[in-house]
């Protein structure tokens, strides 16, 4: 299925796509913590094979954010143009 510019989408896909775009943002940065705590535990608590964690591993975990970036701008550009439509119709 081709991607529909956004300026081209119904009102009704635009909501449909935005709550999408949140549900998948929101279990991704719920992933992206838990990820942090288990990361955090393992350098907290060393006990055993955890002791064997990498502090290098952190740059992992922070530098996961960067894939949420394309998934942020993507919801902006959508509530920018439900905004704009918004605006317009009243």
Request: aromatic share 8%; net charge positive.
């Given at each position: 299925m081709?991607?529909q510019?956004?300026?081209?989408m119904t009102?009704?896909?635009?909501?449909?796509n935005?709550?999408?775009?949140?549900?998948?943002?929101t279990g991704?940065?719920?992933?992206?913590?838990v990820?942090i705590g288990?990361?955090i535990?393992?350098?907290l608590?060393?006990?055993?094979?955890?002791?064997?964690?990498?502090?290098a591993?952190?740059?992992v975990v922070l530098?996961s954010v960067t894939?949420?970036l394309p998934m942020?701008?993507?919801?902006?550009a959508?509530?920018?143009?439900?905004?704009k439509?918004?605006t317009?119709a009243?």
């Amino acid at each position: 299925m081709a991607q529909q510019a956004i300026t081209e989408m119904t009102i009704e896909q635009l909501e449909k796509n935005k709550a999408r775009y949140k549900g998948i943002l929101t279990g991704f940065c719920f992933l992206w913590g838990v990820m942090i705590g288990v990361f955090i535990y393992a350098l907290l608590f060393k006990s055993g094979r955890v002791s064997k964690v990498s502090p290098a591993l952190l740059v992992v975990v922070l530098g996961s954010v960067t894939t949420m970036l394309p998934m942020f701008n993507q919801l902006k550009a959508v509530n920018n143009e439900l905004k704009k439509r918004n605006t317009n119709a009243q």
